[in-house]
């Protein structure tokens, strides 16, 4: 990784190039909640002053710009006996600035299954690869328990991300289009004062988001509470909304079905996110449910983000943002239910 400081007068002009050159896509302030407190979503933004880069957290992900809700994934029409298919990706250049490293993660995650899995998925790789990324580090936000999860920092899958030192901002560079453009802004070789600065504030962060939540041997506690009382606790109250999955920056799963014209001459292949505390998720052919209730499904939810992904992937699918725990209408958070499991087993 290579590390550069750059002005904090130049960050404007660095977003005023980026959004010269792409669709820029930032937090932006859309409301109050009825406490007060500012909702932030990623939007498209036009302009520098269109975002609010001191925002905590953003109520929807910005998954949306790599796997939308649902995508057309190819068209077809049937003519003269024969057949023709269109097939598009989207190449046009976009840049979404001041990501969390939390959220920056989430694409790590997302990463693993569209783009380094038995199966990359082109639709997301070509979003990915023309999506330029500016991250910037951050006080925690409510709720969050990324620290527990080693997300509240990151390494890569950025082009920069910028950590507030005090009159400069240390810069990771992640790309040669990201030192191409702090370069032009008159970004600086780090010095021993940066460093000490950098760590000095990491630090800070670190002991902010700090919640003494150890989540080192969760799938070992999932697995001994495969049958715990509290699943039926929680499942008591669970909505079966699925916003929990919309809300959440990891959350692929997703069905593909056909959109057949009347006349039968066109058609298109769809795929459109699901989720699996839905009641029709776990429906297979014959009308037979393998998780008829809440409780099982709310489980599975669990059970992939912190069991099967690790299995699979060596890590969490979860990143910690608290998103769902947020968002969810009958008030399950994923620390209050961790937190049960573990004092069920005890220390
Ligand atoms: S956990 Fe909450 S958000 Fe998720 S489906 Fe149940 S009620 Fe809805
Ligand atoms: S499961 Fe909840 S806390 Fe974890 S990444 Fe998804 S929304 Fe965030």
Redesign the pocket.
Known sequence: MLYKTLRKEAFRSVVEAILAGSEGVGPRRVGTDRRGKPIHQFLPAERFEDMDFSYDTTEFSAKTYFLPFREKLSTYRFTDGDWEQEIRYRAEPRALIGLHACDINALLRLDKVFARDWYPSPYYLSRRRNTFILGIDHDPCEGAFCRALGTDTVTHGFDLFLTDIGESYFAAVGSDRGLALIEGFGAQPITDEDSHRYVAERKRIAALTENGLNLNNLPNLLDIEFKSPIWAKWGA?????????MVCPTCYCHGVYERISMDFREGAKIRQLH?C?LVDFAVVAGGHNFRPT?ESR?KY?YYHQHRGFVEQHEEPKCVGCNR?GR????G?TPVEVIRELQEEVGP
């Open positions: 109250k669970c909505l079966s909304c699925g916003t929990c999955a989720s505390t809440p709310l939810r769902c968002a969810c209408l009958a399950i």
